[in-house]
């Protein structure tokens, strides 16, 4: 292996990429904290509203971690027509996906909201940011296939630039729309839904600008009314594991939503903010398995399974240390944080405990964010994340939390701990699965056999 290459793409592919992860947990944090600033139930209102778009970016990262397992290797080979029927298949799926949800989240955020609470004040709010919300869904459809591709095919930081100039915009709309800021309206919760559709729709206009340039991986509608039926097939034989992995993953997640907010309202807020200073710490870890993804693909593509190897054993050493890292920086800025937050005695008291709880978390969060969702599906390995996280989450996190919160009334600190335990779980059985190199495996090959 190359070192001094190693680095170079490093540099060029996870730096921006986990600056475009933040950026993006930066604005989730903008709207909570803003928002909590007005009010507690106001917070975890917009939280469990949000869950809705948690759930609906599930199937967007799954098909845009599909996206990147065919579009690193057709690009490392060379192949740019390949990549653009690969857009067609996911374009057409995005859209239709996005356009369910925006219709639930439009017509009946009501029914929505009563998933995650029976509080009929956290509802009045909820409803107020689905309606608005909703919209994002049918830009993001395509705004986001697109900033995945550019990242594939040497545009890492043009990406990050669309992206994060979107995310500032964002935060600086929040403050205008949430308070009534130079004579806007005050929206309050509405006010963190405009400025979310706002500043989407600012995006989605800048990535159709940049696919005009000469050189740019283009939308071809040929390719979307009539999408290649075997690349197609082969897509999705990869794909529908991903897809299975984020419903599972995020079926769980959600189901901690549920826990959590039948905990009462000190419960969910501390969660709240537990869960936006975690995602915050944890964007260099989709940083690295986002832009380790790319870098080993791009060499899977090309035929070079040695050099993809010791990529894929550098990534893993990198995460690791990475981990161990942002766990002792989050303890650090612990206090920091309960400084700024306007909780409850109660709520204060749980967040300390769950933010030390965060900080062990993230050794597993950032191994097994660059092996599962990185290394393993760069070479189409994505059958082995789906298997792990069902066993993982619904044999043991959620039905023991569902059993320590509603039958046994265990401390909420208790059950916090039970249902963020899972990536620590899994990490013997990651390590295993990667010594096996069942991701060493070229897609560009197999795609031709069968065609």
């Not at 082969?234 to 959590?260: A, K, R």
């Not at 043991?396 to 600190?413: H, S």
Request: positive net charge; charged residues 15%.
């Amino acid at each position: 292996m190359d070192r001094r290459e190693f680095r170079r793409k490093l540099t060029s592919l996870i730096l921006p990429i986990t600056f475009q992860q933040f950026m993006l947990a930066v604005v989730s944090a903008s709207d909570a904290l803003m928002v909590g600033a007005i009010g507690q139930d106001l917070l975890s209102a917009v939280s469990l509203a949000s869950q809705i778009t948690f759930v609906y970016n599930l199937f967007l990262m799954a098909m845009t971690i599909g996206t990147s397992m065919f579009a690193a290797q057709y690009w490392g080979k060379g192949d740019k027509d390949a990549v653009e029927r690969i857009l067609g298949i996911v374009l057409r799926s995005s859209m239709s996906v996005s356009f369910v949800f925006f219709f639930a989240a439009t017509f009946f955020p009501g029914l929505l909201m009563r998933i995650f609470t029976t509080d009929p004040q956290l509802i009045h709010y909820g409803v107020q940011y689905l309606q608005i919300v909703g919209l994002t869904y049918l830009l993001c459809g395509i705004s986001q296939v697109y900033l995945c591709i550019m990242k594939n095919s040497g545009l890492a930081s043009m990406s990050m630039l669309i992206s994060s100039a979107a995310a500032l915009l964002n935060i600086i709309l929040n403050a205008v729309l949430i308070y009534g800021f130079f004579g806007a309206p005050r929206m309050e919760a509405g006010g963190a839904a405009a400025a979310t559709a706002i500043a989407r729709g600012v995006e989605l206009l800048w990535v159709l600008a940049e696919l005009t340039k000469k050189g740019r991986i283009k939308i071809r509608f040929a390719y979307i009314r009539r999408p290649d039926q075997g690349l197609r097939k082969d897509f999705w034989h990869y794909t529908l594991p991903v897809q299975g992995n984020e419903l599972v993953w995020g079926g769980g997640f959600t189901m901690y939503s549920v826990i959590m907010g039948h905990l009462g309202t000190d419960a969910v807020a501390a969660n709240s903010i537990a869960n936006i200073a975690k995602n915050l710490i944890a964007s260099l870890a989709g940083g690295i398995g986002n832009g380790g993804s790319i870098m080993v693909g791009n060499e899977l593509g090309a035929g070079r399974l040695e050099t993809a190897k010791a990529y894929g054993r550098k990534l893993c050493h990198i995460a690791v240390v990475s981990g161990i890292l942002s766990g002792i920086f989050l303890m650090l800025l612990s206090p920091l944080v309960l400084e700024i937050t306007d909780l409850s005695p109660q709520a204060e008291e749980y967040l300390r405990w769950m933010l030390a709880m965060c900080a062990v978390y993230m050794v597993g969060k950032y191994v097994n964010g660059t092996t599962i969702a990185g290394i393993f599906c760069a070479g189409g390995d994505s059958r082995f994340g789906f298997l792990c996280d069902a066993v993982t989450l619904w044999c043991f996190t959620v039905p023991v939390g569902l059993l320590a919160a509603f039958v046994f009334k265990w401390p909420v600190l208790a059950v916090y701990f039970i249902v963020n335990s899972d990536e620590i779980v899994k990490l013997p059985a990651v390590y295993r699965h990667y010594r096996k190199y069942k991701w060493l495996k070229d897609l560009t090959v197999r795609e031709e056999g069968l065609d």
